[in-house]
């Protein structure tokens, strides 16, 4: 091998959740392959199975390759140079016309801190607004509030390795199982004691001690019980609290609540509220860690404020194995909070409201102006771009009409903009039919800058693979139209030149006032740059600082810390009337955000491949629909439908959706259209976690489901989910009106040659109300249908299979008709995906060896040795093997 580029590894950084994983790349002649950075401390060489499928998202198709422009001829391509001055001319344009307010930018947790750093210089220096939010308001802007009001800075006072000291762990609203997995495993190896507080029975609870599944929305109640408790009970560190913080009694007074009380609130039993309060009142080293579940609602910043209070009031914070710990939604929601990303924020954890914070950025950047007073914030943004207050708009890196609440006034809402531009790196996205301007952007592998993870370690993401097409940075694309808006303070020759203005803002007068300190590196050239080793904020001369606030001294002007009153109150909407039900929304295990990069892998599909409604079957039954059926979620905003399913997890009066389809991949799935926008009056974030809603029948005639080598359209289809297969897609179909003759629908819809001039396999159950049909092409699959009056159709996984043989003999034509595979035996869902493994296979493990514990089920079919996402479903049929087999 003579090629000088190869072998190498690169070593970068996940692209999805805040764990902030490191990733390295082996590249070779031959190809590439893709495991964890065994030398990164947040994840020690481990991947989670979103981790591990990286490598198969990085096709090309679907990508946006080149900037388009839509005019009163439709789409065209055009080139960069008209595409960046028909943004920057509209966007002077309005500001002309109606002043810097009437613009804004829409940006994402999923940009580098670069791209986020520049963005936000724009807006708020050059431009002078600061009507730029980004989606990490969805996700955790509670805790950023909850951080500021009690430490007086936007920090985590902890690190990882706390869960590794830590001799109890809380995870409140936090399915960590299946949204921060390599945490989750990383507490489960240790195995503390471990209390899960959620209204859901989730994955989490499988290593649980304790489950206080308490009523939704009830949280602040339960904490401001333990806060009493923790009182009369004498575990208030007072010497410590008397010292280092203020706002006690006020926080005690307003907190006040006996554990009876909490146990009617919260409808979970005394016994439990009690053990969890003794638990925790015993117990020095206590980490609590926090996800959606807490920052999602009308009262989110008071829950925040209500966990960080009991450990304000005992001391524990700032040493190994305890402290309140906010887990991050997305790859760099810290990283745009550190540059200011948020509305209500300026730059380097500088406050908008702060006069001299104004002029002392202003003058570090020597801008024409600086915005003065906070901006919109993520939803109130797009009520001001319906009612036209804003008439241009910049989203990027995220697809606000599928993630928003109430997202179909963002539909609305972006139809009456003047200019929507978006800048991403998917050419079919909900939001892109919306704009008028599209900018192809790097994707993950392509992209260069750094990230900053949950526990404020900064870490690198490297290029390892070409920039595609024309795609550019991000970075790159706004400060292209910086300088035609004719602003100076943009000529950056490269992420490492961005990163190191960055690093000396958050130096700039800082004279230890901010934690947020990355003063050392500010005069990192580009090789040291390219070589940055993972650190953690603060940086000092002597590295990074896992742990802050040991000495007791916080951020506030006074040093102290602020225990705040909590005075609890109710999800905003109550149920009531028709909408009885409450709405939770979330994250599956195998899937990311809106799907446009999890989506494009076979083996993340497979995990959970549709949308589903998972509700108690009491619930079902009072509302008329049946497991497996098709319903429809309705609130007061909008609707949803998709097939009802029983988890075994929901309490009754609670129904779950989850939060990754789209109008790009279902008919009718976007979940965003039902929930109810209301936001927390602190932080704007809104309420995901409680919408009062109805389920009601769907009413179909038949149901079926299409593989096919080729995309089909399916508009006319009253209901579909597209998956991605294994060398083929796969449609879920549901129609109204009866198939009178099935045979011409599916070769209609199949695109079939007529007559006999296709290999056209067909069987017809007319009594049964069954078809199925398959197309051939050189004996080879390439398309088959099955159709039938109700939706138990035969299982779909070794029919993908089939796939993948180059011509089928004819036993496995016969078996393809009859839905059947050749021997029988189920194959089942996949459980394990790192290695492929199906529910059938371990079942039959389990029953023909008698097997009785995870660690045999592992060393029998290697389900669960990788990542260890799917033990709590691997418990699951150990339970009841026979129902999987
Ligand atoms: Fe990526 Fe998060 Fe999984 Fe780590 S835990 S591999 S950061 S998705």
């Not at 065994?38 to 490598?55: D, F, I």
């Not at 950023?144 to 995870?171: I, N, Q, S, T, W």
């Not at 990303?341 to 908008?352: C, K, P, Q, S, V």
């Not at 002597?542 to 742990?547: D, Q, Y």
Request: a negative charge; aromatic letters at 8%; hydrophobic letters at 40%.
């Amino acid at each position: 091998m003579n090629d000088p580029r190869f072998p190498r590894t690169v070593r970068t950084s996940c692209a999805y959740c805040g764990v902030g994983c490191g990733v390295a790349v082996e590249l070779g002649p031959e190809g590439m392959r893709l495991a964890g950075d065994e030398a990164h401390p947040a994840n020690a060489g481990r991947l989670c199975v979103k981790g591990s499928a990286l490598g198969e998202t990085l096709g090309l198709d679907g990508r946006l390759l080149a900037p388009q422009v839509r005019d009163a001829g439709g789409w065209r391509e055009a080139g960069w140079d008209e595409a960046l001055e028909k943004v920057a001319a509209g966007f002077r344009s309005v500001i002309e016309r109606h002043g810097p307010d009437a613009v804004a930018f829409y940006v994402s947790g999923q940009l580098l801190t670069e791209d986020y750093y520049v963005v936000n210089k724009l807006m708020k220096g050059y431009i002078g607004s600061a009507n730029i939010d980004t989606n990490s308001r969805l996700c955790m802007s509670s805790s950023v509030a909850g951080h500021k009001r009690a430490f007086g800075e936007d920090v985590v006072p902890g690190c990882y390795e706390d869960f590794d000291e830590a001799d109890m762990v809380v995870l409140t609203g936090s399915n960590a199982a299946w949204c921060h997995p390599i945490i989750y495993q990383r507490i489960a190896r240790r195995k503390p004691k471990v209390v899960v507080i959620d209204p859901r029975r989730t994955a989490t609870c499988d290593i649980a001690d304790l489950h206080l599944p308490i009523k939704p929305g009830t949280d602040v109640w339960l904490f401001n019980g333990l806060l009493t408790w923790l009182e009369r009970h004498g575990h208030a560190d007072d010497a410590w609290a008397g010292e280092h913080t203020a706002g006690r009694e006020e926080a005690l007074a307003a907190a006040a609540i006996e554990p009876e009380e909490v146990a009617r609130v919260c409808r979970v039993p005394l016994d439990d509220v009690l053990a969890f309060y003794e638990a925790f009142g015993t117990t020095r080293k206590v980490v609590t860690a926090y996800s959606q579940g807490v920052n999602q609602s009308s009262s989110g910043t008071d829950k925040v404020s209500a966990i960080i209070n009991c450990h304000l009031l005992t001391g524990r914070i700032g040493h190994p194995g305890m402290g309140p710990f906010s887990l991050t939604g997305q790859p760099n929601a810290m990283g745009g909070r550190e540059v200011g990303g948020l509305a209500n924020m300026l730059a380097a954890h500088m406050d908008l409201d702060n006069a001299e914070h104004r002029a002392s950025v202003q003058a570090f950047w020597n801008s024409p102006r600086i915005a003065e007073r906070p901006g919109l914030k993520a939803v109130d943004l797009f009520r001001a771009i319906e009612s036209g207050q804003v008439k241009a708009v910049w989203v990027m890196g995220t697809n606000p009409v599928v993630s928003l609440p109430d997202a179909d006034q963002v539909k609305r809402a972006l139809d009456k903009c003047e200019l929507v531009v978006v800048s991403d790196v998917v050419r079919d996205t909900d939001t892109n039919a919306h704009a008028h301007v599209l900018l192809p952007a790097l994707a993950w592998g392509e992209k260069d800058g750094t990230v900053t993870n949950s526990e404020r370690r900064i870490s690198r993401q490297r290029a390892f693979l070409p920039a595609p097409g024309g795609a550019r940075a991000d970075w790159k694309i706004v400060c292209g139209v910086a300088q035609r808006m004719g602003y100076e303070g943009f000529g950056f020759d490269g992420p490492h030149a961005i990163f190191a203005e960055h690093a000396q803002l958050s130096a700039f007068g800082n004279r230890g006032a901010r934690r947020f300190d990355l003063g050392p590196l500010a005069a990192l050239g580009r090789a040291e740059y390219d070589a940055l080793e993972p650190v953690q904020w603060p940086v000092t001369p002597a590295g990074g600082t896992a742990r802050l606030y040991a000495d007791g001294r916080f951020s506030h002007p006074d040093g102290r810390a602020r225990l705040v009153p909590t005075p609890p109150r109710a999800p905003a909407h109550a149920t009531g009337g028709e909408y009885t039900l409450v709405l939770n929304t979330g994250r599956m295990r195998d899937q990311w955000h809106t799907m446009t990069r999890t989506g494009k892998s076979p083996r993340l599909a497979e995990h959970t491949s549709e949308s589903f409604i998972d509700m108690h079957p009491q619930d079902a039954l009072l509302h008329a629909v049946r497991e497996g059926e098709l319903a429809r979620v309705r609130s007061a905003w909008g609707e949803m439908v998709a097939k009802v399913r029983h988890s075994g997890g929901i309490p009754r009066g609670s129904v779950f959706v989850p939060i990754h389809w789209s109008g790009a991949t279902a008919s009718d799935a976007r979940i965003g259209a039902v929930v109810n926008p209301v936001v927390d009056p602190v932080s704007g974030e809104p309420e995901f976690k409680h919408t009062p809603v109805t389920v009601e029948p769907f009413r179909v005639d038949w149901y079926a489901f299409i593989l096919s080598r080729t995309p089909l359209p399916l508009e006319r289809v009253t209901h579909w989910t597209r998956v991605q297969g294994d060398g083929y897609l796969r449609y879920e179909l549901a129609g109204r009106g009866p198939l009178r003759e099935p045979g011409q629908w599916a070769r209609a819809l199949l695109g079939a040659p007529p007559g006999d001039e296709a290999d056209w396999l067909e069987y017809e159950d007319q009594c049964g109300g069954a078809y199925r049909a398959a197309l051939m092409e050189d004996d080879r699959l390439a398309q088959c249908v099955f159709v039938s009056a109700r939706p138990d159709l035969p299982e779909r996984t070794w029919l993908g299979g089939l796939f993948a043989s180059a011509t089928l003999a004819p036993a496995e034509r016969a078996a393809l008709l009859a839905g059947q595979p050749l021997g029988g035996g189920k194959d089942g869902a996949i459980v394990c995906a790192c290695f492929g493994v199906r529910s059938g296979t371990i079942a039959r493990a389990i029953v023909d060896g008698g097997l009785s514990s995870v660690e045999a089920v592992t060393s029998c079919v290697r389900a669960g040795g990788n990542c260890g996402s799917c033990i709590p479903e691997i418990r699951t049929i150990l339970a009841e093997p026979m129902r999987f087999a």
